[in-house]
């Protein structure tokens, strides 16, 4: 028996050896996120905080407004989220690293307890989210890092709003908070880009609903926002004709090319995609191709689109025909096919 016991001792102190950088990663999240929700306050606190700016009090009520719309109008899940507020003070809180192979559009993956695989590490250190791009680029990955608009715990717990969300004009706030919204009330294991796909599309056409109900279509609100989605339609699907040309170009490289050759081909056609990003007839959402003089983008750029808007021409065909435009009842068959972790 005490061999046993020091056997199962041994293969414990493995294991902890093993995955300890999983460990010591999930300890240092959990931290992060217990920092933002115990350093939160109630709404009620907030509004009479006569530091906290005048201009984001507004926001606070529209975003009451909001969180009912997506209960009452769209059967969306009722929770303690959004009733307290963590104060950024206007610094970032969360940077998130993703990465994509350099000659394929292929993501770099993490393995995560419950959630399953992942094609993004969040980190709530901005040091340590740069030494992990640092490290994967020394890999050879086109990486990316990011700072997340939202963030939700998946209903595992009580989501703050983040003063940051409050900058938003009230489409683009209604947008994100149902997008939250969304996570925490159906996910998909294993399926980010389904997860975020979908999220995405309910968030903008729920915006559309509510800014309608609240003001009218014909009112200055509806109309900038539509506006402002239309432009960023117009320029998500040109990223995305721009992967499927990466596509194509890296289906042409062989084993016995060389590195300098493809990297050549590569970065010539995303300048070429670029600098086409001019000829977009644009409202409102302007992004020239001067934005990318320094930097142009790489493979994670185009991956990251694909993980937010590849799937929104399905969920809208989806939605018109076999739902005739009923968001409500979409989102309840979603539910029922897909509960929340």
């Known amino acids: 028996m005490k061999k046993i016991w020091i ?47 005048d201009s984001l009090k507004g926001k606070l009520h529209i975003v009451e407004g909001i969180k009912s719309f997506a209960i009452d109008s769209l059967g969306l899940n009722d929770s303690e989220n959004y009733k307290t507020v963590y104060d ?7 940077w998130v690293v993703t990465a994509s192979e350099p000659f394929r559009l292929k993501a770099k993956t993490w393995d995560f307890p419950v959630v399953g695989t992942v094609p993004y ?69 294993d399926s980010v880009a389904f997860n975020e796909n979908l999220a995405s599309f309910i968030g903008d056409s729920a915006a559309y609903l509510f800014l309608a109900a609240k003001y009218g279509k014909g009112s200055a609100e509806y109309t900038t926002y539509v506006y402002e989605v239309l432009d960023h339609q117009r320029y998500s699907q040109h990223v995305l004709r721009g992967a499927g040309a990466l596509d194509s170009l890296y289906n042409t490289f062989g084993k016995g090319d060389a590195y300098a050759f493809k990297k050549a081909k590569k970065d010539a056609l995303i300048q070429k995609i670029v600098h086409l990003m001019d000829t977009l007839t644009l409202h409102q959402y302007k992004i020239p191709a001067k934005r990318f003089a320094a930097r142009p983008p790489n493979n994670d750029y185009f991956l990251n689109y694909r993980r937010y808007q590849s799937r929104r021409t399905n969920f809208k065909l989806e939605l018109e025909d076999k739902y005739h435009g009923d968001l409500r009842k979409m989102i309840q068959d979603y539910k029922a096919r897909y509960p929340s972790l």
Do not use: C
Not at 12 to 23: K, N, T
């Open 88 to 94: 950024q003070k206007g610094e970032e809180l969360m």
């Open 7 to 53: 056997a199962l001792l041994v293969l414990a102190v493995a294991l902890v050896g093993w995955y300890w950088s999983l460990i010591a990663y999930g300890i240092s999240q959990g931290m992060g996120q217990m920092r933002i929700i115990w350093n939160a306050r109630p709404i009620e606190e907030v509004l009479a905080d006569p530091a906290f700016p």
């Open 121 to 189: 590490k969040g980190y709530f250190d901005k040091g340590k989210a740069l030494a992990e791009m640092k490290r994967l680029q020394d890999e050879g990955w086109d990486v990316g890092v990011r700072n997340p608009g939202g963030w939700s715990t998946l209903g595992w717990f009580t989501d703050p709003i983040l003063s940051g969300m409050l900058e938003r004009n009230e489409g683009d706030l209604a947008s994100l908070i149902i997008h939250e919204m969304v996570h925490a009330t159906l996910f998909v294991k």
